[in-house]
């Protein structure tokens, strides 16, 4: 009989097709920029028109008001008998820029070969729309649901999930729920789904170097003050030196080495070094001195640099020492750092080593905490079930070196255990970068995975209980 | 009689301040920045604004292009029996950015408190714009001129004057001088007139790293690749050390040391440390160990990065490991030193540290040698009498720290010894920096030093030839 629910609504899924993918892109084009404030309005925007798309799928909805960017909550409840299923995504999406290394506008969306070409297409805006079109579809086929729904999008994702903790928190009894599913990661290469069951978390500063009060003529002043793009370089390029290790004081105390089943399931992922060394065009791999390229951004903090500014930056040679300088660097963190106490690490480091002639203010703009799932648990058995149905494969348990901070929240404040992250997308969709694109075979099986779980997860014993 | 004369031009020097302060603001509005591109129509109206000038000074004018920026040349022939003085100076100016720290537009002239505030107000249209006045109000008394006068105004100062050269070895005969005057300096300090007999070089470069072709997420990606900013800063912060040491190598091979006797006069300069801290707003000053403050810019050389960038600048966080990042990075040159040697030993260093896994590219954007003038010249004495008479107080001799690449080629191509740096501008006249200023007392001032110039190099005995 599931196996007739699913043939039924599957079919829903390829007749409709294009119908939602329309949609999609028209969610696609609105700019929900959260970093940047003047896109205040788009993110808003985005926002209300998943709500009118929530309600045209019978849910009840309900936008809740934060600081800054609303989250968007819908919910379909059937039967108090049937497990809950909360499936969180974040409708906000990363800063377009660099815009000239795009091929098309990033809020017009493109399609080429199979994928569609847009910012956020595969972050996260094309693998939430995913879930709601699998409900979309199973309504059109009079089905009884056989879980209860919850979602949950918010706008604040790319920014640090500043408000989501709150909300969690003064709304536990909304949220109660058995399993969360996350789709906003990726499949582990094309063709080999995955179910992600480790996350790295985030420490993310801005750091900016005062020197002179006025930008000064380097003839006239050179070798009279320190220059601060100097007294920057001077701090960053001892926060780790050239094997990747990083420098700061007791940074890896607490860093926990994963068992020997999980390094071989590592070792026995397909990963072929030459071809993605020459799909990212570079001379060669680099990382962490004695570990593998999987093991490093599995379960080996890094350290980036992923902005710096300072002085001229435009045609030609202008001769000054500029006033100020600065840069924004992030740590990704592993089992069993915390990001609170990377920080305080991290600005004790840096007052240690600032030069004393400059000023070195340091601003943190985000923290998250790495995670770790068992992957033992039953409802983790019913998501490879549900994978191996939506993609027609089955899935690998892969540790991803992304952050998704909501993930910890999910954990700590509503206590759900079974945190099931599966993405829909590929690693090659260039998500944050130019050229952001989530393939159209991805939304399709995302849409059937969604299908499939809801089954699979109200086949296992009762546990309406929230934990 | 002399001294006749003298009190007859100065009282019309008085008399039409008003006029001849209106007239420069109108120089000073025409956004005359040669480094970018997008303003080249502005660069070659403002040549063309001198030429109608000089020409209502009954002097011959000719323009002469270049592949850029056209050379604004004027002649005024009196006798073979006078000294020929060439006078040079540049009508074009630093880009203005940062434009928000800027009190006024800079290309809108603003006078308060006796200052003019635009860009190129003192570097350098100011400046030599009182030539061209001293000239105008000299005409009006109906006296001969004593001196055959030269103009010769270039547009691509800012950019390395990259013209000049084949313009000075084209035109050898027609710009043949017995002294060349030039007014693109300040004095020593407030109140302390200053004959420059020494500049510091320049070599100038930017430095580009290329990582992975595309920008990549610092999540997925972090422990993969090698990150080009991290790359830059490798390179930039083994460039110098933290006692401002340049780690180049031989890079200190040619420096040679003044003599005693000018060591000493640097050590007779009035220079309160303190103060200039303040002005500058600094914790500290800073530079080479040994070396007092003011040996420091005068004949030490320096390395500045001018500028930097690389990845997400803007508001918030984004998790990029960017594609490419570059910097500007200059170096003054003290006497021996010669700008292609330094410039090769520069690329061969960078070649030396740079970081395999990434590819760096130099570019040489420009090159000046270092200057050092006979202080013992007659002509030297000449031009300290002069600006006695100008400014009523005998001026200081100094080496400065900045560069004007032509003084070099003036010796080099014309054979020209007497070149007589004469600065009316101020230290904190901020120029390349935002609201850059020129004091309208140092207007009046270097317009009697260049009247009293002239008739005081009519008195040296017939140097009519050109050595």
Known sequence: MDDERIGKVFRVIEERRDAFIEELLDFLKIPSV??????RIDVRRAAEWLVASL?????????????????????????????TLLVYGHYDVQPPDPLDEWTNNPFDPSI?????????????????FAHMKALDAWRQCGFELPVNLKFVFEGEEEIGSPSLEAFLKNNEDLLKADAVVISDGHQFAKGIPAITYGLRGLAY???????????????????????????????????KDLKD???????????????????????????????LRKELGVRELFGEDGFLPLERKSFRP?????????????????TIIPSRAGAKVSIRLVPNQRHDVVTRLFVEYLKKIAPPAVKVNVRVLAGANPVLVDRKLPEMKA???????????KPVFIREGGTIPVVNMFYEILGVRPLLMIGFGRPDDRIHGPDERFHLDDFLCGMKTAVALWIELAKLSFRSEGS
Chains 1, 2 share one sequence.
């Open 34 to 39: 959260s970093a940047d404030s003047s896109y």
């Open 55 to 83: 309600a045209r799928l019978g849910m009840e909805t309900k936008i809740f008001e934060t600081g800054n960017h609303p989250i968007v909550f819908g919910e379909l409840f059937t039967s108090f008998d049937r497990p």
């Open 302 to 318: 890094t350290l980036d640099i992923n902005g710096i500014w300072g002085g001229y930056q435009k045609e030609g040679a202008k």
């Open 112 to 128: 080429r070969d199979g994928y569609v070409y847009a910012r956020g297409a595969s972050d996260d805006k094309g693998q939430l």
């Open 245 to 275: 290790c990083i420098l700061i004081d007791n940074f890896y105390d607490d860093v926990i080495m994963p068992d020997e089943e999980e390094r071989e399931m590592i070792r026995q992922l397909p990963f072929d070094e030459e071809a």
């Open 205 to 239: 500063f801005e750091v900016e170097v005062e020197g002179p009060k006025m930008d000064l003529h380097s003839g006239g002043f050179g070798g009279l003050v320190m220059n601060p793009i100097h007294a920057l370089i001077f701090i960053l390029s001892r926060l």
């Open 383 to 393: 998501a490879e079930h549900a994978i191996e149905i939506g993609f027609g494969k």
